[in-house]
Structures are given as structure tokens and as C-alpha cells.
Nanobody
Framework: QIQLVESGGGSVQAGGSLKLSCAAS????????MGWFRQAPGKEREFVAA???????YYADSVKGRFAVSRDNAKNTGYLQMNSLKPEDTALYYC????????????????WGQGTQVTVSS
């Protein structure tokens, strides 16, 4: 079992930045993928970005060039750096984890954090 705890959400004005963290416990991440998803009220959960612990990053077109994923092996923690935030980025952000292969589908992830709210005002 892997437990995930997100932090770093908050409220910012458009153009601002936030950095989300996702701390994993219960197992040392190695051959895993950490994905970031978001869900706005009334909308489906959507893929934002992902990082393979062994290397490789993936981004949704809507965030490419503005968001960046990274990881700290020593801390067993993943990060989502969000720059140039827009009001349409407002959502509850989740991190999730699965083994081996990258996927942009939320249904393919086995472990989920509780979510952290990001609100961007215009």
C-alpha cells in the first residue's frame, strides 16, 4: 500500500505560481509513475501531468510550458510547479500513483491522495 499526501494548494491571482507536493509513504517509489490530476466543479477529473520515477515526464497540452513535474527520491516526494496560472486552472488537484507504465487515465492509478484546492482569481 502507498499513502499519498498532497500539500501546497492555495489561492493566487492570475499569472501567479504555486508548487504542489505529494509525499508518498508505505513504499519507496522506484518503478512507479506519479500522476497529477485535477477536477473542477461539475467537470470530470482530467490528467495534468505525470512523471516516471525512473525518468520521463508527460503533460497535458493545456499546461505544457507552464507546469513542471519533478521528484525527490530521497524524500519520496513528487512536485508539481505551476506557473502562469490562469482562472481555468482552478480545481481540486490530486496526485496518484501506479506501477510501471505511464498512463493519462485516472482509472489506471491505484493510489490517490486526498486532493488540494487551487484557486486562481482574475
Amino acid at each position: 500500500q502507498i499513502q499519498l499526501v498532497e500539500s501546497g494548494g492555495g489561492s493566487v491571482q492570475a499569472g501567479g505560481s504555486l508548487k504542489l507536493s505529494c509525499a508518498a509513504s508505505g513504499r519507496t517509489l522506484s518503478n512507479h509513475v506519479m500522476g497529477w490530476f485535477r477536477q473542477a466543479p461539475g467537470k470530470e477529473r482530467e490528467f495534468v501531468a505525470a512523471i516516471r520515477w525512473s525518468g520521463g515526464t508527460y503533460y497535458a497540452d493545456s499546461v505544457k510550458g507552464r507546469f513542471a513535474v519533478s521528484r525527490d527520491n530521497a524524500k519520496n516526494t513528487g512536485y508539481l510547479q505551476m506557473n502562469s496560472l490562469k482562472p481555468e486552472d482552478t480545481a481540486l488537484y490530486y496526485c496518484a500513483c501506479r506501477s510501471n507504465y505511464y498512463s493519462a487515465s485516472a482509472g489506471n492509478y491505484d493510489y490517490w491522495g486526498q486532493g488540494t484546492q487551487v484557486t486562481v482569481s482574475s
